[in-house]
């Protein structure tokens, strides 16, 4: 065993350690030893199959897997749906699992009946059907989607013991495919005095976000398709607004109009629930960018660590700033950091899995994730991002409760018994 040597504390190992120890390293990890086992004939080898369904769904053995609801009755207050991270072992979510938030339910739109618009300071208005957009040429891209309030527990004075989904469950990553909207604006004009756009969805509460013409013209897209198929009721279909990187609320769905102007709209998710008020008494507002962050997926809360031995840490990191540089890892609560080998390809703004061996000693141990991105940026820890933020408070009369854009670290504890805690370190 000496070529798994500790690169960091408690057992953290070289991210090539599982290439280079292979069945070495396998038959330690589960304890089998090399002998085949003897293959029993089982029920589904003796007689043919099932109905093959016209649309596919997952093994009824994964029943499991699946989003929690917030507001499993549909009341008339906001839908949201977790991702299971977990549960999950890649990088682009299944379209049933992708994280859903609806203020007003998910819209259930006939796309023959739907339009967009364009117009505003634009030099010729235009309006689209579904079907004339899709004519136009298209772009794909690996990207993630994240609510700003995505991690808002976080912000909690103490750690709530809660999963993965819970904690981090409205972020998710899709390939999307659509039109450029550079292409669209080429084709209506730009006024040059235009320097916003205001997107509104066709839902009941007429979602609307003021988003720079900047980002619109560098990289948005009026997106049609999810992972391969047309976007899923809960994604906005038959259209969304897809803005790499930054805040899902602006990310509008069912996307149905987008008027040029000079200045923001100041609209109801733009005035309140995103410009929240900061220690230094000054309104955090017109921020955009989801920063660089990870998390374990594995081990983590809820999760039984069966006795000591190998196992391989995981997780997911992102950034609406660019790619991932690196992700480290520590095993003893930030004490020391070894770097965890990323999943090729490491794309722009789209989710990269992280991975690295950890030899557990069966003793407590603090797993935490911090990732840096290609622009120099690092995940704050929980500590730092307080320093600036502020944490939840709910001192009478006053509430001070920011609940936005935690992309610190996250710590999950190991006790004895195999037993993972959410915990800040
Ligand atoms: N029209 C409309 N767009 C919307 C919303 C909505 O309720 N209506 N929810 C927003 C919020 S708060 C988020 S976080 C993202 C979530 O995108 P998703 O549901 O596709 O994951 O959509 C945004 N776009
Ligand atoms: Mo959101």
Redesign the pocket.
Known sequence: MEKFIPVAGNGLLDRRAFLRGGAALAAAMTGYSAKAETLVEQPWGKEPGSLVPPYGGPSAYEKAVVRTLSNPKGEPRTQHARTPHHLLRGTATPNGLHFT?SHGGNAEIDPAQHRLAIHGLVKRPLVFTADALARYPMVSRFTFVE????SAPMFSPEPIQANVQALHG?ASCAEWTGVPLSTLLEESGVDPKAKWVIAEGADSPHLSRSVPLTKILDDAMVALYQNGERVMPGQGYPMRLLLPGW???MNVKWLRRLQLTESPAMTYYEARTYAPILPSGKAYRFYFIQEVKSFITRPSVGMEMKGPGFYEISGIAYSGNGRIANVMVSADGGQTWAQAALQEPVMSKSFTRFRIPWQWNGGPAVLQSRARDDQGNVQPTRAEIIAVRGQASRVPPVTVFPSQHYNGITSWSVDATGGVRHVYA
Not at 147 to 150: M, W
Request: net charge negative; glycine share 34%.
């Open positions: 938030i609510c700003g309030g995505n409205l805040e899902g609320n």
